[in-house]
């Protein structure tokens, strides 16, 4: 199976911890495309993309590190999609 370049990048960006890296696993599973200041993540069936969705801190510093979008859209085609912030705020920031 081939990566796309999405998924390149987030597994290159640990590619120094291999405990992380076998962490990303389910990403191998999953089709990744940007478009319109969103990342779309689909995955293969609703318990994938809960798998997914417990990683999604290890994937927002990749792609936000790279300005790469705003949001991070998970998709099971013709069913369920789940849709989060590219930042998230500290709590600091919400007192500024």
Do not use: K
Request: hydrophobic share 40%; charged share 25%.
């Amino acid at each position: 199976m081939t990566m796309d370049r999405l998924q390149r990048l987030v597994l290159s960006f640990y590619r120094e911890d291999p405990c992380i890296e076998a962490e990303l696993e389910p990403l191998l599973d999953c089709r990744m495309t940007r478009s319109w200041g969103s990342i779309r993540i689909e995955c293969v069936d609703e318990e994938h993309l809960e798998e997914v969705s417990a990683l999604l801190t290890r994937l927002r510093l990749p792609l936000a590190a790279l300005g790469l979008g705003r949001q991070i859209v998970l998709r099971v085609p013709g069913s369920l999609q789940r849709t989060y912030p590219m930042h998230v705020p500290f709590h600091s920031d919400l007192l500024a």
